[in-house]
Nanobody, 115 residues
Framework: QAQLVESGGGLVQPGGSLRLSCAAS????????MGWYRQAPGQQRELVAYITADRKTSYADSVRGRFTIFRDNAKKMVELQMNSLNVEDTAVYYCKANLESRTIWGQGIQVTVSA
């Protein structure tokens, strides 16, 4: 059964850092495009960053230069290093795996940036 499990969220002060992890199981991970999305209260889910099977990356303008996405195919994991966090980064963060017509979502993890 295909599954994505996020970890590493929590509460951090403005200017701080967090590293999110997403562990995949039940899929041929190396073939999938992996992404991180987020959804703040009352807002639509938005793309934060993605990394393709051949390791090309793309970032939302709001996080470019602060966030970095990594993948480790041997461990079947994708990570998101988040630096210089600000209150606008507060949201539930979701991991997503995509290959052609198949899409798998994680359950989401809360990130709260607050003093």
């Amino acid at each position: 059964q295909a599954q994505l499990v996020e970890s590493g969220g929590g509460l951090v002060q403005p200017g701080g850092s967090l590293r999110l992890s997403c562990a995949a199981s039940g899929i041929s991970f190396s073939f999938y495009r992996m992404g991180w999305y987020r959804q703040a209260p009352g807002q639509q889910r938005e793309l934060v960053a993605y990394i393709t099977a051949d390791r090309k990356t793309s970032y939302a303008d709001s996080v470019r230069g602060r966030f970095t996405i990594f993948r480790d195919n041997a461990k079947k994991m994708v990570e998101l290093q988040m630096n210089s966090l600000n209150v606008e980064d507060t949201a539930v963060y979701y991991c997503k795996a995509n290959l052609e017509s198949r899409t798998i979502w994680g359950q989401g993890i809360q990130v709260t940036v607050s003093a």
